[in-house]
């Protein structure tokens, strides 16, 4: 069985940093591209980065571009986003997320299995 | 970036009810739609995947349809369960976007 658990949230400070970590099991880690996709009442669910299985692919939203970091590392089974400058916006929980089909050097986007969530706080 | 317009936001219906949901995307993204399903305090759980394929366990009374930029989602027959929830989302292209959701509760 596919589990994703998500930590690493918290209260921020506006400027801040901080890193969101997803421990994955039930499969074999490498062969799936992960993402990031973040959730708040007001904006509803917003994609913010994936990266393929071996890590070459990386895309990010605009919002994101500059200020987050996805990396992984397979021999942990562990996805990671390292978040800094975080400004009021960019509160929400935050879901790992794990494409559907075999995506070692591509992303497909097309989540099909999901963490719990973490949430983010981010104020002064 | 992918605009995709859900609609109704919210609806109600009565259990055994005929539930449908739309959702139209800004450009052609062939059949790379999938639908989700998410109860409060939950993540959103895969139902449909290429616009129309079933994920694995669930019921048959779900269904979807649609290609390029239309799509059709429909709970045939509501239960008390599918008080939910439901997005659809583009995995066409990167930024991958969604729907803004379709509240569905009991009439």
């Known amino acids: 069985e596919v589990q994703l658990l998500e930590s690493g949230g918290g209260l921020a400070q506006p400027g801040g940093s901080l890193r969101l970590s997803c421990a994955a099991s039930g499969f074999t880690f490498s062969n799936y591209a992960m993402s990031w996709v973040r959730q708040t009442p007001g904006r509803g669910l917003e994609w913010v980065s994936s990266?393929?299985?071996?890590?070459?692919?990386?895309y990010y939203a605009d919002s994101v571009k500059g200020r987050f970091t996805i990396s992984r590392e397979n021999s942990k089974n562990t996805l990671y986003l390292q978040m800094n400058s975080l400004r009021a916006e960019d509160a929400a929980v935050y879901y790992c997320a794990k494409d559907f089909g075999i995506t070692r050097i591509s992303v497909k986007g097309d989540f099909d299995s999901w963490g719990l969530g973490t949430l983010l706080t981010v104020s002064s | 970036d992918i605009q995709m317009t859900q609609s109704p936001s919210s609806l109600s219906a009565s259990i055994g009810d005929r539930v449908t949901i739309t959702c139209q995307a800004s450009?052609?993204?062939?059949?790379?739609l999938n639908w989700y399903q998410q109860k409060p305090g939950k993540a959103p759980k895969l139902l449909m995947y290429?616009?129309?394929k079933l994920d694995s366990g669930v019921p048959l009374r779900f269904s979807g349809t649609g290609s390029g930029t239309d799509f059709t989602f429909t709970i045939n027959s509501l239960q008390p369960e599918d008080i939910a929830t439901y997005f659809c989302h583009q995995c066409d292209s990167p930024p991958f976007t969604f729907g803004r959701g379709t509240k569905v509760d009991l009439k």
């Open positions: 290429d616009a129309s």
């Open positions: 450009q052609d993204i062939s059949d790379h």
């Open positions: 990266i393929s299985g071996n890590g070459a692919t990386i």
